[in-house]
Nanobody, 118 residues
Framework: QVQLVESGGGLVQPGGSLRLSCAAS????????MGWYRQAPGKQRELVAV???????NYLDAVKGRFTISRDNAKNTVYLQMNSLKPEDTAVYYC????????????WGQGTQVTVSS
């Protein structure tokens, strides 16, 4: 089992920045990849960024150049640095730990709200 706790969300003006954190505990050495998803009301959840155990990183096209995913293995924590935020970035952001590259077995955090508005 893996437990995930997100933090760092909040209200920010357009063009501002936030850093989300996801602290993982439990069977952390079995994790294949960790990623950040987001979901706005009435819309499907979408993958924002992912980093695999091998260090491969992928981003949603809409956030490329603005968001950076990183990890601190010593702290068992994954971060999402979000710069140049736009109103369309407003969503609940969820941390996800994936157990396999083929099967999408995963654990989820509770989510943290990000609101970009003036």
């Amino acid at each position: 089992q893996v437990q995930l706790v997100e933090s760092g969300g909040g209200l920010v003006q357009p063009g501002g920045s936030l850093r989300l954190s996801c602290a993982a505990s439990g069977s952390i050495f079995s994790i294949y990849a960790m990623g950040w998803y987001r979901q706005a009301p009435g819309k499907q959840r979408e993958l924002v960024a992912v980093i695999t155990s091998g260090g491969n990183i992928n981003y949603l096209d809409a956030v490329k150049g603005r968001f950076t995913i990183s990890r601190d293995n010593a702290k068992n924590t994954v971060y999402l640095q979000m710069n140049s935020l736009k109103p369309e970035d407003t969503a609940v952001y969820y941390c996800n730990a994936r157990m396999s590259m083929v099967v999408a077995t995963a654990y989820w955090g509770q989510g943290t709200q990000v609101t970009v508005s003036s």
